[in-house]
């Protein structure tokens, strides 16, 4: 039978996202609560109306990736709980081998994520202009997604105005667990676009996690200049600041 810390060796050895609570002080010392964002837990804090009450303050640390030390009135004394994060490592995948990918790629790099690049036409996803890319992948989005991993520590960027190449690498991105996912494209091409992805199926609650028009407004103009406001909102959005 798998012991509770052989689930969450192997969770951070899979690169599965789970939050580890610990009772550091007070009833039950040392008792430990694990959860998976589906919902499933491992351990007990001492009682089902504890583990019950600290697993909604996980779950909100798992939307966060951010651990948290807190105190809590319980049973006439107060217990000191540590709920630590052990989240998959950073991927940022971008969709369209244009200009602006490549300053992306080299801040994403700088920021510590592991860099995608892919993007159907061969003639823009060249080794020559993304050999700083960790992966680059001369595929269509529909086909290449599925195989990436996409997790809670990933972030899609769609880059390329192309609505075969962006419309369903969205749809598929916007039902998967991304921690971001942006758009290129003004307020009227994103109208479009919103209605193509309800004809494709997509809800509007999905549709609402797509950042569009992407980056943060800070008169971007120039490839370099956009790459920056890209990447300044998913920092925004990674660290849950008002983006």
Same mark, same amino acid.
């Given at each position: 039978?798998? !012991? %509770?810390?052989?689930?969450?060796?192997?969770?951070?050895?899979?690169?599965?996202?789970?939050?580890?609570?610990?009772?550091?002080?007070?009833?039950?010392?040392?008792?430990? %609560?694990?959860?998976?964002? *589906?919902?499933? #837990? @491992?351990?007990?804090?001492?009682?089902?109306?504890?583990?019950? !009450?600290?697993?909604?303050? @996980? @779950?909100?640390?798992?939307?966060?990736?951010?651990?948290?030390? &807190? !105190?809590?009135?319980?049973?006439?004394? #107060?217990?000191? /709980?540590?709920?630590?994060?052990?989240?998959?490592?950073?991927?940022?995948?971008?969709?369209?081998?244009?200009? @602006?990918?490549?300053?992306?790629?080299? &801040?994403?790099?700088?920021?510590? &994520?592991? #860099?995608?690049?892919?993007?159907?036409?061969?003639?823009?996803?060249?080794?020559?202009?993304?050999?700083?890319?960790?992966?680059?992948?001369?595929?269509?989005?529909?086909?290449? %997604?599925?195989?990436?991993?996409?997790?809670?520590?990933?972030?899609?960027?769609?880059?390329?105005?192309?609505?075969?190449?962006? *419309?369903?690498?969205?749809? &598929?991105?916007?039902?998967?667990?991304?921690?971001?996912?942006?758009?290129?494209?003004?307020?009227?091409?994103?109208?479009?676009?919103?209605?193509? %992805?309800?004809?494709?199926?997509? !809800?509007?609650?999905?549709?609402?996690?797509?950042?569009?028009?992407?980056?943060?407004?800070?008169?971007?103009?120039?490839?370099?200049? /956009?790459?920056?406001?890209?990447?300044?909102? /998913?920092?925004?959005?990674? *660290?849950?600041?008002?983006?």
């Amino acid at each position: 039978m798998t !012991t %509770l810390y052989e689930a969450l060796r192997d969770s951070v050895a899979e690169a599965r996202l789970v939050a580890a609570a610990t009772v550091i002080r007070g009833a039950g010392l040392g008792g430990k %609560l694990l959860l998976w964002p *589906n919902g499933a #837990t @491992m351990g007990s804090l001492g009682s089902p109306q504890l583990d019950e !009450t600290v697993r909604k303050r @996980m @779950m909100e640390q798992l939307a966060t990736q951010q651990a948290e030390r &807190f !105190t809590l009135p319980w049973a006439g004394e #107060t217990l000191e /709980i540590f709920v630590d994060v052990h989240a998959p490592p950073p991927k940022l995948v971008i969709v369209g081998a244009v200009h @602006m990918a490549i300053p992306l790629v080299t &801040f994403g790099k700088a920021l510590g &994520f592991y #860099t995608v690049v892919l993007d159907a036409r061969s003639a823009f996803a060249t080794p020559e202009r993304f050999a700083h890319a960790d992966r680059l992948l001369i595929q269509w989005p529909a086909d290449a %997604l599925p195989t990436l991993g996409i997790d809670e520590s990933t972030c899609v960027v769609v880059l390329t105005h192309d609505e075969k190449i962006d *419309n369903p690498a969205l749809a &598929f991105a916007v039902r998967s667990p991304a921690r971001y996912i942006g758009a290129l494209g003004s307020k009227k091409t994103h109208a479009r676009r919103v209605a193509a %992805l309800h004809e494709l199926g997509v !809800t509007d609650a999905e549709i609402a996690r797509i950042h569009a028009p992407i980056g943060l407004d800070i008169g971007a103009r120039r490839p370099e200049e /956009i790459a920056v406001s890209i990447i300044a909102q /998913i920092v925004a959005v990674v *660290n849950g600041a008002a983006a």
